[in-house]
Nanobody, 126 residues
Framework: VQLQAFGGGLVQAGGSLRLSCAAS????????MGWFRQAPGKEREFVVA????????STADSVKGRFTISRETAKNTVYLQMNNLKPEDSAVYYC????????????????????WGRGTLVTVSS
């Protein structure tokens, strides 16, 4: 599975951005798709994910109520709508695919995801 993310950029605090991630290749291998982010000097952290069938989602507490994930299976694409952005949301955002479920319905750790996109930079100015 190959992943390509779009939509990063510079936005002022309180603004919105929408990221998209298009999957190609062995789409039948996708169990879930999600977004992680990594700020300079910090570890990669889970943001949000959705099962490919759309029945399950998981969202990090730090973005609940502000970030929403959705998917459009006809386009093999997931979207991350980010509202009320804060400077601490600045990071490189990576989309990722889980090829199967381990224990939880939706994984929230990097090792539960098997394919990764290159990342797109989001910068939120104060």
């Amino acid at each position: 599975v190959q992943l390509q993310a779009f939509g990063g950029g510079l936005v002022q605090a309180g603004g919105s951005l929408r990221l998209s991630c298009a999957a190609s290749g062995r789409i039948s291998s996708i169990y879930a798709m999600g977004w992680f982010r990594q700020a300079p000097g910090k570890e990669r952290e889970f943001v949000v994910a959705i099962s490919w069938g759309g029945s399950y989602t998981s969202t990090a507490d730090s973005v609940k109520g502000r970030f929403t994930i959705s998917r459009e299976t006809a386009k093999n694409t997931v979207y991350l709508q980010m509202n009320n952005l804060k400077p601490e949301d600045s990071a490189v955002y990576y989309c990722a695919v889980a090829g199967w479920r381990r224990t939880r319905l939706i994984g929230t750790t990097s090792d539960e995801y098997h394919y990764w996109g290159r990342g797109t930079l989001v910068t939120v100015s104060s």
